[in-house]
């Protein structure tokens, strides 16, 4: 079993299904899907193993990095080139009391 993200035109994933496993090798699997839904189809993996992100719905799948990167929470966050995750300016604090980011002021809050 395997899990396929479908494309809109912008790239941006709007379905992800479970299709068949790509270890299958009588068929291109993501050509199959494409030519099924007649929309773009991509592999996704819970695990990262393929294009770096599970897919979710929202997600952009950016072809030149060959990942998949989810909604930038703010506009303050900076994109890791090695994970495609969105990284706030400043590290959250490492205790273990629970945190929410404060984007006009750019820190951390405690709650």
């Known amino acids: 079993m395997a899990h396929y ?23 291109n699997w993501e050509q199959f899907y494409e030519n099924l839904l007649n929309q773009v189809c991509r592999r996704t993996s819970y695990n990262g193993n393929i294009r770096k992100n599970y897919a979710g719905i929202g997600y952009i799948y950016d072809a030149q990095r060959d990942a998949f990167i989810p909604p930038k929470p703010y506009v303050s966050w900076v994109l890791n080139e090695q994970t495609c995750l969105w990284e706030p300016p400043i590290p959250a604090p490492s205790d273990l009391a629970a945190y929410r980011w404060d984007e006009s002021q750019l820190t951390w809050v405690a709650l």
Request: no cysteine; charged share 30%; glycine share 4%.
């Open 5 to 27: 993200a479908i494309l809109n035109s912008n790239s941006e994933v709007v379905q992800v299904i479970v299709g068949k496993d790509e270890t299958d090798k009588t068929e």
